[in-house]
């Protein structure tokens, strides 16, 4: 099963940029859907952003125009890149792979945290 891990996250500004990655190991050429995830202590998780090939890509309304998902296929990794970050942006990222026998794969988190 496909491993995946993030990183990148960390404390911004208001209006301040951050790119987390997301590397995945072990089987990486059958990943069909690539989506970030994040959560607010006390809330549901909810979809950033996804790639697929069947859908393409998706964002979440809240991060139109703000945040930009994309992959290197070369290195098995998916990147999320943060712009003009606000701190409802504030959250735990976590990201996700499911392969094409949709087995499911979580990382496990990182933090962001974008102070006013």
């Known amino acids: 099963q496909v491993q995946v891990a993030e990183s990148g996250g960390g404390l911004v500004q208001t209006g301040g940029s951050l790119t987390l990655s997301c590397a995945a190991s072990?089987?990486?050429?059958?990943?069909?859907?690539w989506t970030w995830y994040r959560q607010i202590p006390g809330k549901q998780r909810e979809l950033v952003a996804s790639m697929s090939r069947s859908e393409g890509i998706r964002y979440a309304d809240s991060v139109q125009g703000r945040f930009t998902i994309s992959r290197d296929n070369a290195k098995n990794t998916m990147y999320l890149q943060m712009n003009n970050l606000k701190p409802e942006d504030t959250a735990v990222y976590y990201c996700?792979?499911?392969?094409?026998?949709?087995?499911?794969?979580w990382g496990q988190g990182t933090q962001v945290t974008v102070s006013s």
């Open positions: 996700h792979v499911q392969d094409w026998y949709y087995l499911d794969s």
């Open positions: 072990g089987g990486a050429d059958n990943i069909a859907v």
